[in-house]
């Protein structure tokens, strides 16, 4: 299994801002995740990301309205940047280790 | 047509009852399929993971995939008011990218 951690929790931002946020693992992953979870909507992928190459995006999803760091194997940070009330939703990081996919707490975000 | 398919409830039943929640999907090459348990506010947790058909057990939770009808089930037997979340169903072909259900909120009423 794996423990992983984000912050922030939660944050109120105001549109045309950008918030980061991070994602911590206990143990050492090659691929880690970044999910949206939008109310009454499946979880959808936004990128993956591998240690020391850029990041993988989902159709729909942009590398200059989210990019992606992953510095090493247990951390990556998640940038939402120019928000508008429509990025409002949660934001969750997760990790695949064999056939098993773990998930962070999660980010809440509200953005008015 | 979505790739899988889940009522989203709300569904609530009384503590003891036995739950059952479902899902469909379209994809016939999908092998992995597992059952997360998302409580408010927290990340989802897997609960069940089964590989191609069959039923798997673990104390009160039974998962079972029918890959004639394209249906996995997940039950929960004397359900507690500790199983109150949403249930989300994922699949996939390989293990490595995933498909997820929307989510199907249970309430177990003391």
């Known amino acids: 299994s794996a423990v992983i951690s984000q912050k922030p929790s939660r944050d109120i931002c105001q549109r045309g801002t950008s918030l980061t946020i991070q994602c911590q693992v206990d143990?050492?992953?090659?691929?880690m995740f970044w999910y949206r979870q939008q109310p009454g909507q499946s979880l959808t992928l936004i990128a993956t990301?591998?240690?020391?190459?850029?990041?993988?995006?989902e159709s729909g999803f942009v590398i200059d309205k989210f990019p992606i760091s992953r510095p090493n194997l247990t951390f990556s940070t998640l940038t939402v940047s120019n928000m508008s009330p429509e990025d409002s939703s949660i934001y969750l990081c997760s990790v695949t280790t064999g056939e098993d996919r773990f998930f962070g707490p999660g980010t809440r975000l509200t953005v008015l | 047509q979505k790739e899988v398919e889940q009522d989203p409830g709300p569904l609530s039943v009384p503590e003891g009852a036995i739950v059952s929640l479902n899902c469909t999907y379209s994809?016939?090459?999908?092998?992995?399929f597992m059952w997360y348990r998302q409580y408010s506010r927290k990340g989802p947790e897997l609960l069940m993971y089964t590989y191609s058909s069959g039923n798997k057990e673990d104390g009160r939770f039974t998962a079972q995939v029918d890959k004639s009808s394209k249906y996995i089930s997940l039950f929960i037997r004397d359900s507690q008011p500790s199983d109150s979340a949403t249930y989300l169903c994922a699949m996939s072909v390989t293990g490595n990218q995933f498909y997820f259900g929307t989510g199907t909120s249970l309430t177990v009423i003391p």
């Open positions: 994809n016939s090459a999908f092998q992995y």
């Open positions: 143990s050492q992953v090659t691929m």
């Open positions: 990301a591998n240690q020391g190459s850029e990041a993988t995006y």
